[in-house]
């Protein structure tokens, strides 16, 4: 994991306290226990606001950046009733991985609401 967060220049996210300090690697310990604590300390840890319009831009495989991808050209790749019920559609132009606005997008916005007491989310 160190190896290839030197080799992509990422920054390590762990709750394993054990974990050794690497040199040239940032590593941030995440000691809050649930997810809506998680957030604000990795924020501020990093000194970042999330920002509403970044939110799934991102392959959550690749980090590669989405792109618009045509629904007829989805039919055959995601089930039927996601083809029925959805209009809009990105893929990973790395990995072909198909997205769109399901569920869970609203989920992950109405948590970051939740838990924007300090100015985090935008």
Known sequence: MI???LRDERIILTRNQRLPQSRG??????TAETLKAQIPQITKALKIKLDSQRL???CILCN???TDIEKEDVKDRIPEY???TQNDFVRCPKCNRIYWQGTHWGNVTNTLKE???NGIYS
Do not use: S
């Open 56 to 58: 799934f831009t991102r």
């Open 3 to 5: 190896v290839q967060a």
């Open 64 to 66: 590669e950046t989405l």
């Open 115 to 117: 838990i924007d007491k």
């Open 82 to 84: 996601v083809f029925k």
């Open 25 to 30: 690697v940032t590593i941030i310990r995440i």
